[in-house]
């Protein structure tokens, strides 16, 4: 089994900054891609960012120039740092990853961190 854990999520003031890390363990063989999504109250889970094992990140409009995602290869790890943030940044962050292991390429999902941005 393969398990995704999320960690640095908190309360911060507008303008502050909040570094998230999410971490994959279990039986992987390979990690392809990983990725940060966001789900307000009231409104679907959206993509935030996202990284290849080779480095190639994407990331939605909203964030770009203020979000920056890393991967770390050989810790099964990902991280999403998160500067300049907005009361609109506030909503339960989960990590997502495309991964091989013995049952296969599946996509996980950790748990979620929540992240509040006081106005």
């Known amino acids: 089994q393969v398990h995704l854990v999320e960690s640095g999520g908190g309360l911060v003031q507008a303008g502050g900054s909040l570094r998230l890390s999410c971490a994959a363990s279990g039986s992987i063989f390979s990690v392809h891609a990983m990725g940060w999504y966001r789900q307000a109250p009231g409104k679907q889970r959206e993509l935030v960012a996202s990284i290849t094992s080779g480095g190639s990140s994407n990331y939605a409009d909203s964030v770009k120039g203020r979000f920056t995602i890393s991967i770390d290869n050989s810790e099964n790890a990902m991280y999403l740092q998160m500067s300049s943030l907005k009361p609109e940044d506030t909503a339960v962050y989960y990590c997502?990853?495309?991964?091989?292991?013995?049952?296969?390429?599946?996509?996980?999902w950790g748990q979620g961190t929540q992240v509040t941005v006081a106005s």
């Open positions: 997502n990853a495309r991964i091989s292991g013995v049952y296969g390429t599946n996509n996980y």
